[in-house]
């Protein structure tokens, strides 16, 4: 395969809520909490989100997740649990008007979820999951695809088959990351060009490509120092959309300190990736 044919790859477009993904139209961004931490801290970060997207011209999507349930340890954060979290993320979208994505974890959460969030991810530990990953793509929403930290590019293929057999061809495949011995992942950017070919928008995930699984002695540390680098690679390399986990002071973070981007980064961060996004 040639670079020329890489990069001419045809990406078709997917919509969620007033955002488009592929198709040519401009990078877009997801960011937002790794978790909801309180009814609070959610609607504050959604604001200031929305007014950076609106004063910048940012296609956003909100992320935030109700319930994580991929946790190292018993003891650590999971969030406010599927009926309460929803309701934040309702309150979000009906006061901002921006798209929202979530993470699902178990079928039976398929349904509720669709009912608020434009995107329902997959999350990369469950893409495997096969009565779950079908459950989102009869939901009808978008599904974000994220890649399992063990999977080859290539070996996506038959994720986005289980998805497809639904009739669901709203499919957005993220990479974030392989696994590269114990308790580290690196970014190979060939994979962004090898997930293209699919034919799907495809989404580069900047801070969990630094995360280091079980790095810390209870919980997944990160070098969140390398998430501006990555992204402004992956812009390069050629991506539809980024994804970027976000608070107003990581380090009090309660899922991902150590790999989020400060809220006070975004907009000079996106300012260099769209720039580099329009010249490559």
């Not at 709203?170 to 690196?186: A, I, K, M, Q």
Request: hydrophobic letters at 45%.
């Amino acid at each position: 395969m040639t670079e020329a044919s890489f990069s001419k790859a045809p990406v078709k477009a997917v919509q969620a809520g007033g955002v488009c993904f592929g198709g040519g139209a401009p990078l877009a961004l997801m960011a937002g909490p790794c978790v909801i931490e309180s009814r609070e801290m959610a609607f504050d970060l959604a604001a200031q989100l929305v007014a950076l997207a609106e004063k910048e011209q940012i296609p956003l999507v909100f992320k935030a997740s109700y319930d994580k349930a991929n946790r190292t340890s018993l003891g650590a954060f999971r969030g406010p649990g599927l009926v309460k979290g929803l309701e934040i993320l309702a309150g979000i979208k009906a006061t901002y008007g921006v798209p929202i994505l979530t993470d699902v974890h178990q079928v039976s959460d398929v349904g509720p979820a669709a009912e608020v969030a434009d995107i329902l991810q997959l999350p990369a530990f469950l893409c495997r999951q096969t009565d779950l990953v079908v459950a989102l793509g009869e939901s009808g929403r978008v599904v974000n695809i994220k890649k399992g930290q063990f999977l080859a590019p290539w070996d996506m293929r038959h994720v986005i088959e289980k998805v497809e057999s639904t009739g669901n061809r709203n499919l957005l495949l993220t990479e974030r990351g392989v696994s590269f011995g114990y308790n580290n992942l690196v970014a190979d950017f060939r994979s962004l060009l090898i997930l293209r070919q699919f034919g799907y928008p495809v989404v580069f995930d900047a801070t969990h490509s630094v995360q280091l699984p079980g790095g810390r002695e209870s919980g997944t540390g990160g070098d969140g120092q390398w998430a501006p680098y990555l992204s402004r690679a992956a812009a390069a390399v050629g991506c539809d959309a980024l994804f970027w986990e976000t608070h107003r002071n990581p380090p009090e973070a309660k899922s991902d300190k150590d790999n989020a981007l400060p809220l006070t980064a975004i907009g000079p961060l996106w300012t260099q990736c769209r720039r580099i996004d329009e010249q490559a």
